[in-house]
């Protein structure tokens, strides 16, 4: 391998995992507070779309109105919730896919790729869910509260602990497809560059052609999930900013056809970099240590084919 590697770690191991994880942690917490003034746009839109109607307009409107701290509100649940939210979802992914991976051997490998996403974001959802909650009421209400902690105390006061999770099943309706979509979409994209496009083995390709390789992959695997996440995510914010107390009267509200589109271009502007950045850091981790140039992706040969 060129270079030299950060220090070793066993394959599948107790350390293996926890890599996982706080690769996961590192890389959706930074990449989640790199994009705060975006999606502070986004929940906007989202819950007042005649006054921000687009993306240069909206931020605009939000500088012009509040100042530019507005365009940060709700960092530190950016940087904190998300980062748990992606130690879960990546630590667990990596377990579970080993785990699916021996009890359904005559599966198609997109089962197990999806079955695993799903049962990962899971325990990630039930993680973020209260940082969400303080998150979107700080970005959406200027003096709702000062930050995180005042939030979580506020948040607490006014609704009690189901406060932080009345919008749990609107948010895992969003990020499970997103992440059965995502994990898949990336698994399968990296085998395809690998097989049609570079034409040879992860292990035998460098660095630089594996991260390739990642970002490609990624940017694909963050867009098709942002499309298929972007009803339940509009849901979340009107749940969450009392425009609609049940998810039946969110969708009666916002309309089928706004529930597709609404936000979707500023979702797409932020995710699909998110998730590639995510992606990058993650794998660059895994590229230090030797996991990824050794292929850590578990053997599929016992799977069934895509295509039979």
């Not at 040879?200 to 991260?211: F, G, M, T, V």
């Not at 990642?214 to 499309?227: D, H, N, R």
């Not at 995510?233 to 706004?258: C, H, M, P, W």
Request: glycine share 10%; with cysteine; proline share 3%.
């Amino acid at each position: 391998m060129e270079g030299e590697r950060l220090f070793e770690v066993e394959e599948f191991s107790a350390g293996y995992y926890g890599l996982c994880t706080a690769g996961g942690m590192l890389s959706a917490g930074i990449t989640h507070l790199a994009i705060t003034p975006l999606d502070v746009l986004k929940v906007n839109m989202q819950v007042d779309p005649l006054k921000y109607r687009g993306i240069s307009s909206g931020l605009i409107t939000l500088w012009r109105e509040q100042g530019h701290s507005a365009l940060w509100r709700g960092w530190s649940g950016k940087l904190f919730g998300y980062g748990v939210q992606g130690g879960f979802k990546f630590g667990l992914y990596e377990y579970f896919k080993r785990s699916y991976s021996e009890l359904l051997v005559d599966q198609r490998r997109s089962v197990v790729f999806f079955l695993s996403g799903a049962s990962a974001q899971v325990f990630a959802d039930v993680a973020l869910c209260p940082f969400e909650a303080v998150k979107v009421q700080v970005q959406t209400q200027p003096h709702f509260a000062r930050g995180l902690t005042d939030g979580f105390r506020k948040l607490y006061v006014n609704e009690g602990l189901s406060g932080f999770y009345k919008g749990l099943f609107p948010l895992w309706g969003r990020n499970l497809p997103f992440s059965m979509i995502m994990f898949s979409t990336f698994e399968h994209s990296v085998d395809l560059m690998y097989r049609k496009v570079i034409q040879r083995r992860k292990e035998d390709c460098s660095r630089a052609e594996q991260l390739g390789v990642t970002c490609l992959s990624g940017y694909a695997a963050g867009s098709l999930g942002t499309v298929i996440s972007n009803p339940a995510d509009n849901i979340v914010s009107f749940l969450y900013n009392r425009k609609a107390e049940t998810v039946r009267q969110a969708i009666k509200e916002i309309g089928l056809v706004n529930l597709f589109t609404r936000s979707l271009p500023v979702r797409i502007t932020l995710v699909g970099p998110v998730a590639t950045l995510q992606w990058f850091l993650y794998d660059t981790i895994k590229v230090l240590t030797g996991l990824l140039r050794r292929g850590t992706s578990l053997s599929l040969r016992r799977f069934k084919p895509i295509v039979e």
